[in-house]
Nanobody
Framework: QVQLVESGGGLVQTGGSLTVSCAAS????????MGWFRQAPGKEREFVAG????????YYKDSLKGRFTISRDNTKNTVYLQMNSLKQEDTAVYYC????????????????WGQGTQVTVSS
């Protein structure tokens, strides 16, 4: 089992920046591909970004490239999502997820999920 706990969400103005974190425990963190997803009110959960076990490879939802950056620190068992130039449409609950399967892309197949952290972007 892997336990995931997100933190760092909050209220930010349009155009601002925010970094959310996800701390993992329970198993060897570096054995897992990590991903960030989000779910806005009334919408389905969507993929945001993924990162390989070593952190050398990343993948993003096309529309978020250049504004969002995923990274990880395997010494701290933590994955991060830095969000810049935030827009109101970025308002959502942000979830991190872990996957033991190391191949096959980054957008699906995750085994473990956190409880989420709310990010609200105001005008």
């Amino acid at each position: 089992q892997v336990q995931l706990v997100e933190s760092g969400g909050g209220l930010v103005q349009t155009g601002g920046s925010l970094t959310v974190s996800c701390a993992a425990s329970g198993r060897t963190f570096s054995n897992y591909v990590m991903g960030w997803f989000r779910q806005a009110p009334g919408k389905e959960r969507e993929f945001v970004a993924g990162i390989s076990r070593s952190g050398d490879n990343t993948y993003y939802k096309d529309s978020l490239k250049g504004r969002f950056t995923i990274s990880r620190d395997n010494t701290k068992n933590t994955v991060y999502l830095q969000m810049n130039s935030l827009k109101q449409e970025d308002t959502a609950v942000y979830y991190c997820a872990a996957r033991s399967r190391w191949f096959g892309g980054y957008t699906n197949g995750y085994d473990y999920w956190g409880q989420g952290t709310q990010v609200t972007v105001s005008s």
